[in-house]
């Protein structure tokens, strides 16, 4: 069984920088992609970024030019490096795993809040 842990999570200023860790481990295998969503209180779970397992990436729009995503493969862990936070970036960010027969498995979750 796969398991999905998050860290990195914390408060940060407006304008400085987190960087958010997710490590896969269990019988890790047939994965597609990693990615990190956020949800706010009230709303539902929204894409922030993705990666595949050959390098390609997507980014929403809010966080395009201000957060990068970037894989371990050997390590079975991803990162998510945002910089220039913003107040509206508080929210729970939850990692994601989805396999290539379309199982999506989710981390706990971590807290990011924007602060000043």
């Known amino acids: 069984q796969v398991q999905l842990v998050e860290s990195g999570g914390g408060l940060v200023q407006p304008g400085g920088s987190l960087r958010l860790s997710c490590v896969a481990s269990g019988s890790i295998w047939n994965v597609y992609s990693m990615g990190w969503y956020r949800q706010a209180p009230g709303k539902q779970r929204e894409l922030v970024a993705r990666i595949t397992g050959g390098g390609s990436t997507y980014y929403a729009d809010s966080v395009k030019g201000r957060f990068t995503i970037s894989r371990d493969n050997a390590k079975n862990t991803v990162y998510l490096q945002m910089n220039s936070l913003k107040f509206e970036d508080t929210v729970v960010y939850y990692c994601?795993?989805?396999?290539?027969?379309?199982?999506?498995?989710w981390g706990q979750g971590t807290q990011v809040t924007v602060s000043s």
């Open positions: 994601n795993l989805l396999t290539a027969t379309s199982a999506s498995l």
